[in-house]
Structures are given as structure tokens and as C-alpha cells.
């Protein structure tokens, strides 16, 4: 390693190119500076390699297979569906995942962003090293926006190997599990426990809380817990793990329930019960930037730390770890910089679950609106009533708006069903825009899409519903 190195000078750096640094990366250079991005891993971040993306693709490849297998409905018969798992994994990998990652780095090309292999420790305010297996190198920077996004927890007893995994494991499996154990029933082990499902697997989901997605309301859940039960996956709530026990051929998963003790043989137990913040051992302290509860970094309504010039974003700041609020908050940053007057102001994060069927919320809900002291009321139509889910023979779900009473203006809103990873952009952008009922029931929508569901809904809402 070298030591007593001389600082090459840069201008604005950031540390890990996830969906919150390379958009910051992006959007600072658009803004005229120049810009480096420290990566230790892979460019695109977790997102890109080992989360959203790929997991969405698994998903995508369990659909299709239910569907040759599953098609009676429409008068389509087949016979002998197969899975060959080695050419999804190989399709997820090089037809999804390096095609986007590749993108950002043609990207990083055309704005003139140069990249450094390795691991950054900020030395002051100032500067920072970039550490690689053999060597070092410091720089000094003007501006520096920390972007290092978050990884899995480990649980004691549930030390990650070769058969306790993590949700990046759960991706890269090179076989689907005959038996899988999901610890943890959050938004990301529900939606790998439905893709494994799909794709063949018995799934079982051990969670330590009354209920799998805490952060839905409880009538779409049920809808998930249904669709769980038809392919057969056992969902445990009330479990608490308590270790594993490891051979070459499978794991033994103990748990408690009741206040009795239980086991599960399976090929593999995957642990998502959580993530938390790349913020340790980076040199934080060094630089005197100053920290909030469990490792996350306290900023300003523009991401700046309580030192100038230096930003965080993403999932190492309070709010929801989501990597649609990483980009968003990515733009305001490398935009502050720029001197422009903007600041993090949002009245809606969209949030999605790739269940089966999807879920979405964005807003308010009924008991948050009725909490902040707003007259509020929810008003659900339901996707049975609808021509498009019809013809799609994929009816489960609704959409419900959140209104204030007084006048009609939209607070919330929450999709179940298909489609709803897509109809949620609508009533975030009707939400952030302050629209009312009647705005979304006088907006013309085609005919026959699933996009009538929400007009309905407003019409619903103001009291003259046509399909219900």
C-alpha cells in the first residue's frame, strides 16, 4: 500500500453508483461539473445487479410459466411446460441485468464521468482515500455526495453460507429449491417467495409479526396471504428463528411459535428481515459528519450534512428505503451544488410490492389522513367491475382513493391487483399536483384499460358511480 501519497484533486465525487449515484453522477455533470464516481463493486449498484432488476426478472419467469401451464381459462391447453432454470438465470444476467448496468457506463461515458475501482475512507471534509487490495490513492474533493446504499441483516444462528442465504443467494441460485424457507415476510421475501413459487418450489415464510407486508393495509394483504395458499406456500406468523443447522445436502431451520418450539428441513432458508446502512467504516467520523439512529446520516432538506459540500442519499438518510427516493433525492443534490434553489418536498413516495397480485400505495391512508386531522374517507372500486382485468381474466384487487370529504382533493391512494405497479404513477402525479376527485373523474380514460378503474373510483368517491 502506498503511504505518504500526494492528493489528486477532483470536483465532485460520489461514492457508489447505485440508483442514487449514478443518477447523482448523471445529473451533476448535466449541471456542468465534473464528476468521479468511487464504486467497490458493481456499477449500477445493488438495484441493477443483485436486487430490484434481477429480482423482477425471476418474477417475470414464474409468470410465464404459470401462464403455459395455467391457460385452461382461455381455451389454451399445453402439455409438457418445462423449466430450464439455468437459461433464466442466464437470460436474467445477460439479457437484463449487464444490458442495463452497461447502459450506465455508456452513460458515464457520454457525460465524461471517470470511475474508480475501489473502497472509499474519507481521511477529513476534504479528502478521502480510495483503497484497492494492493495500493491507495488520495484525493481531495470540493464536493462529495455519499450514495452507498444498505445491505442485508444477519441474524444470529443464520450465519450466510452456502445454504443460509441472503436475497442476492435467493437470486443466484443455480437450481430451484424443492423446499425454501423465507425468513422474514417484507416486501423483498414475499416477492422472491412468490417467484420461487411460481417457478416450482415449496415455499414456506416464518415471520416474527401477526402479518407478511406491515406496510400494506391489511385488505391487500389478504389478497397476497389467498394467493399464497392456492400455490401452496405455508406462511408462519408469529415465528421467531432461532438457528440453522447446516449439512452439505440441506438446513435445518428451528424456530418458535406459541411458545413451542418447531423445525423445517429445507434446501435452502433465505433471511430477509431487513437492511441496513453502508455507513460503518467508511471514516464518517473522521470528517465530523454528524449521524442520526441506527447508522444513518442526518442531512438537510438538500441532503447536505452538517458539513458543507458533503451530501448523503438513499437509503444511508432517513425515509424509506427505496430506490426511486435515492434517484429523486440524487437530482436534488447534485443540483444543490449547482447552486440551484431546490429542496427534498414530496407529497407522495409510491411504494410497490411485486406480489401476486401487486400491491401499491402512494400517499396517505385512511388512519394516516385521519391522524395529520383531515376529514378523510376511502372510496374502492374494485378491479371484478372493470372490462380490461375482465378480458385479462385477472380480477383479484381494486383501487382505492383516500379523499378529504371537505373537498373531495386526493390524499392517498392504494392499488391491489394487476396493473398496479403502473396505475400508481397516475395518483402520485394526481396526489403531487393537489388534484381533486373531479379532476380524475373528468379526465378522459381509454377504453377498454385498467386505467378506467381509478375514474371509476373518483366517480365513486363523488357520490355517481356508473359501474358499481
Not at 453522477?25 to 468521479?36: F, H
Not at 475501482?117 to 479528502?127: C, R, T
Amino acid at each position: 500500500m502506498v503511504v505518504g501519497d500526494f492528493a489528486i484533486e477532483l470536483e465532485t465525487v460520489v461514492i457508489g453508483s447505485g440508483p442514487g449515484g449514478y443518477v447523482a453522477a448523471i445529473r451533476a455533470a448535466e449541471m456542468g461539473q465534473k464528476v468521479t464516481v468511487i464504486e467497490r463493486e458493481n456499477i449500477g449498484g445493488i438495484c441493477l445487479n443483485v436486487g430490484c432488476i434481477p429480482s423482477k426478472a425471476l418474477i417475470s419467469a414464474g409468470h410465464r410459466l404459470q401462464e403455459a401451464k395455467n391457460s385452461e381459462v382461455f381455451g389454451v391447453s399445453t402439455t409438457g411446460a418445462t423449466l430450464d432454470f439455468a437459461k433464466t438465470q442466464d437470460w436474467k444476467q445477460h439479457q437484463v441485468v449487464e444490458k442495463l448496468t452497461g447502459g450506465i457506463s455508456i452513460l458515464f461515458k457520454k457525460h465524461k464521468i471517470d470511475v474508480l475501482d475501489g473502497s472509499a475512507f474519507l481521511v477529513d471534509e476534504h479528502s478521502l482515500r480510495v483503497i484497492k487490495e494492493e495500493s491507495a490513492q488520495t484525493y481531495s474533493f470540493k464536493n462529495l455526495i455519499i450514495a452507498t446504499g444498505s445491505r442485508p441483516i444477519e441474524i444470529k444462528g443464520f450465519k450466510f453460507n452456502k445454504r443460509v442465504i441472503d436475497s442476492t443467494g435467493g437470486l443466484n441460485l443455480t437450481e430451484v429449491p424443492k423446499e425454501l424457507v423465507v425468513i422474514g415476510g417484507g416486501y423483498i421475501g414475499s416477492e422472491l417467495a412468490g417467484a420461487y413459487a411460481n417457478l416450482g418450489a415449496h415455499v414456506t415464510i416464518l415471520e416474527g409479526t401477526d402479518s407478511i407486508l406491515p406496510n400494506f393495509e391489511k385488505d391487500m394483504v389478504q389478497l397476497v396471504t389467498k394467493n399464497f395458499k392456492t400455490k401452496g406456500v405455508d406462511v408462519i406468523t408469529g415465528a421467531m428463528a432461532k438457528e440453522s443447522i447446516e449439512t452439505d445436502q440441506n438446513v435445518t431451520v428451528k424456530y418458535e411459535v406459541g411458545g413451542k418450539e418447531e423445525q423445517l428441513v429445507a434446501d435452502y432458508v433465505m433471511v430477509t428481515v431487513g437492511r441496513r446502512p453502508n455507513t460503518d467504516d467508511m471514516g464518517l467520523e473522521q470528517a465530523g459528519i454528524k449521524m442520526a439512529d441506527r447508522g444513518l446520516i442526518e442531512v438537510d432538506q438538500q441532503g447536505q450534512t452538517n458539513i458543507k459540500g458533503i451530501y448523503a442519499i438513499g437509503d444511508i438518510v432517513a425515509g424509506a428505503a427505496l430506490a426511486h427516493k435515492a434517484s429523486y433525492e440524487a437530482k436534488i443534490a447534485a443540483e444543490a451544488i449547482a447552486g440551484k434553489k431546490v429542496i427534498v418536498d414530496y407529497k407522495a413516495m409510491p411504494a410497490v410490492c411485486y406480489t401476486d397480485p401487486e400491491l401499491a400505495t402512494t400517499g396517505l391512508t385512511v388512519a394516516e389522513a385521519k391522524e395529520k386531522g383531515y376529514n378523510a374517507k376511502g372510496f374502492k372500486f374494485p378491479f371484478a367491475a372493470n372490462g380490461r382485468a375482465l378480458s385479462l381474466a385477472d380480477t383479484e384487487g381494486f383501487v382505492r382513493l383516500v379523499t378529504n370529504v371537505d373537498d373531495n382533493t386526493l390524499l392517498g391512494a392504494q392499488v391491489a391487483g394487476v396493473g398496479a405497479s403502473d396505475l400508481i404513477s397516475e395518483l402520485t402525479l394526481a396526489i403531487e399536483s393537489g388534484m381533486n376527485a373531479e379532476d380524475l373523474a373528468l379526465t378522459i380514460h381509454p377504453h377498454p384499460t385498467l386505467s378506467e378503474a381509478i375514474m371509476d373510483d373518483a366517480e365513486l368517491a363523488l357520490g355517481l358511480p356508473i359501474h358499481i
